[in-house]
């Protein structure tokens, strides 16, 4: 991403290779506050608060979370121990696992006075990864959008509603729903962006960000806009991303995405869904086996803002926080991923993943 002309990853090394840098994304949009990751403990912290967050994010800071509580202990003791306390930060995401199950494996082959550096080798291979999957994922899109925007005659932005953050912020660089975003606003083709603001937590704040560093036109709507949007021809597709897509097609995603689907349907509106691969889980069949988090009542009664933390109800309301929901594979048009569209369904999903046919649940 690009920031007043410098171009920064949403995680990498520190300069002097004995840290990690992230950006402290519970002080944005107020503050550009950069953090530096020194050890385990420091990195469960990071992705279980939220300073770091969205799936493939998740998933590059727990791979260096691994390096760093291998660096303090390389023994088969230390790996199960990390390993084990970083998985259990947030339960949703399976890009979390899946990125602890790959330097797993490459470590585990390796005598323990190799592990660490083997460890950090591996975690950047994993965002250069995560980097060139998100690419891939705005070029397929980008078709997508070019297509909505000659049926529309080529006379007038695209609007595009979009929930959560699926930015550069979400991922280590470009973004999974925003990729396409990205490069259709660069190819020259007008786009204009809803954007959810998401409560509780309100990641549209971030995806207004980085859309404002991107200079891509977009208005921030409270959630229950968007099927008003909708129904009034307002909206030509939503793009959205995922924490975790079945074999079935099956999409997880930020609580109130399920909504904006259902609507999505009934005004007749495209509804996509961008994921790089290692956010398919290939051993869930149906979304409502998976885990949802439940972050406590806290986010809910009182809203954080510029000026620190407010309430909002009064003392002893009870509260609800369901952090994700499921949206059926039936109400998905496409998804979007690094190797191509296809229909939210195994069939569709195997003609690209055709490797997943023995294995998928
Ligand atoms: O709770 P968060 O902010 O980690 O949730 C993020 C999302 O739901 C994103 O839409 C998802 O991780 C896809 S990010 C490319």
């Given at each position: 991403m690009r920031i007043d002309g410098v171009h920064h990853r949403s995680i990498a090394p520190t300069d002097d290779g004995e840290a990690v840098r992230i950006i402290?994304?519970?002080?944005?949009p107020h503050a550009l506050v950069f953090g530096r990751l020194e050890t385990l403990e420091e990195s469960a912290d990071a992705i279980a608060s939220m300073r770091v967050r969205g799936a493939p994010l998740i998933g590059a800071t727990a791979a260096y979370g691994l390096w760093l509580g291998l660096r303090a202990d390389p023994s088969d003791g230390g790996l199960g121990s990390a390993y084990e306390r970083l998985l259990a930060?947030?339960?949703?995401?399976v890009n979390l696992r899946w990125a602890l199950d790959a330097v797993r494996d490459v470590v585990s082959k390796v005598a323990p006075e190799r592990r660490s550096e083997t460890a950090f080798a591996e975690a950047g291979r994993i965002c250069d990864e995560d980097v060139a999957m998100n690419r891939a994922i705005g070029e397929h899109g980008l078709a997508l959008i070019r297509t909505a925007f000659e049926a529309a005659g080529g006379r007038r932005p695209v609007n595009i509603l979009t929930h959560c953050n699926a930015g550069w912020l979400a991922t280590v660089?470009?973004?999974?729903?925003?990729a396409p975003i990205y490069l259709a606003h660069d190819a020259g083709i007008p786009i204009h962006v809803w954007v959810?603001?998401?409560?509780?937590?309100?990641q549209g704040a971030l995806t207004a960000l980085e859309l404002r560093w991107h200079g891509v036109p977009h208005t921030v709507v409270v959630d229950n806009a968007g099927g008003h949007l909708m129904q009034r021809g307002e909206v030509d597709l939503c793009i959205v991303g995922t924490d975790r897509t079945t074999a079935e097609g099956d999409v997880c995603n930020k609580i109130g995405t399920y909504l904006k689907a259902v609507a999505a349907r009934d005004c007749g509106v495209p509804f996509y869904v961008a994921l790089p691969?290692?956010?398919?889980?290939?051993?869930?069949?149906?979304?409502?086996e998976i885990p949802i988090e439940d972050r406590g009542p806290g986010e809910v009664v009182r809203v954080v803002g510029a000026e620190g933390s407010v309430g909002?109800?009064?003392?002893?309301t009870v509260a609800s926080n369901p952090a994700f929901d499921v949206t059926p594979a039936?109400?998905?048009?496409?998804l979007i991923t690094d190797r191509g569209v296809c229909s939210a369904s195994r069939d569709g999903l195997l003609t690209l993943f055709p490797e997943r046919g023995e294995t998928a649940a």
């Open positions: 402290d994304q519970t002080r944005l930060t947030r339960p949703t995401a660089d470009f973004g999974t729903a925003l959810d603001e998401t409560r509780p937590r309100n691969h290692p956010t398919l889980d290939w051993s869930v069949a149906d979304g409502r909002l109800y009064p003392e002893g039936r109400l998905v048009t496409a």
